[in-house]
C-alpha cells in the first residue's frame, strides 16, 4: 500500500490587537533620513560616523534602505501620546500607519545598528572584503601593522 500526502489546513494564531499610537508614539521619538547603503568603503565609513554620536543609529529595512534615525522626541508629542497639532500635521506624520509599523509589523531581515562594533562585525560576516579595506586604515583601534623586512606583521610604535 502506497501512502500520499494529504493536505492539510494550516491553522493561523489569531490576529493580535494593534498596539494603537497613543500607547506607543515610536515614530514621534526620532528622525530618520535615508542613506546609501554602504557599498563602498567610502559610504561604510559614513555609517561609522554616524554610528559615533549619541542617539543615532542606522537601520536597512527589507527592501535594502537605509535611513540614519536620529533619537529626538516630536516638541509636538504630547505625554499621553497625543499629537498636539494632529489636525495641521505634516504629510509625512499623516503617512505613518500603525499596521504597518515597526511595533505592530517588525521585521525578522531588517537590520539595527546602534554601536559602531555592530555594523563592523556585520560586515566582516556579510561583505568581508569591505571589511578589510576598512580596517586597513579606517577604524579606530584596529591592529595595524606594517610588513617587516621578513614578511612579517610588526606592530606599530607609538611615537611620543
Excluded at 515614530?27 to 560616523?49: H, S
Excluded at 509599523?101 to 554601536?115: D, K
Excluded at 571589511?131 to 579606517?138: D, E, Q, T
Aim: hydrophobic share 35%; charged share 30%.
Amino acid at each position: 500500500m502506497t501512502s500520499s500526502a494529504i493536505p492539510l489546513s494550516v491553522l493561523r494564531p489569531a490576529q493580535q490587537a494593534l498596539v494603537p499610537c497613543t500607547e506607543c508614539g515610536r515614530c514621534c521619538t526620532y528622525v530618520g533620513v535615508g542613506i546609501n547603503a554602504p557599498t563602498t568603503a567610502r559610504l561604510a565609513t559614513d555609517v561609522l560616523w554616524y554610528l559615533y554620536h549619541d542617539s543615532v543609529s542606522v537601520y536597512a529595512d527589507d527592501d535594502g534602505e537605509w535611513s540614519v534615525l536620529f533619537e529626538t522626541r516630536c516638541r509636538n508629542l504630547r505625554d499621553d501620546l497625543r499629537c498636539e497639532i494632529y489636525a495641521e500635521r505634516p504629510h509625512i506624520c499623516r503617512s505613518f500607519d500603525n499596521r504597518s509599523c515597526e511595533v505592530n509589523a517588525p521585521s525578522e531581515r531588517s537590520l539595527t545598528f546602534r554601536e559602531p562594533a555592530e555594523f563592523l562585525a556585520w560586515l566582516e560576516a556579510k561583505r568581508p572584503r569591505l571589511h578589510a579595506k576598512l580596517a586597513r586604515g579606517f577604524v579606530p583601534g584596529a591592529a595595524r601593522a606594517r610588513r617587516g623586512r621578513r614578511g612579517r606583521a610588526v606592530a606599530r610604535k607609538p611615537r611620543v
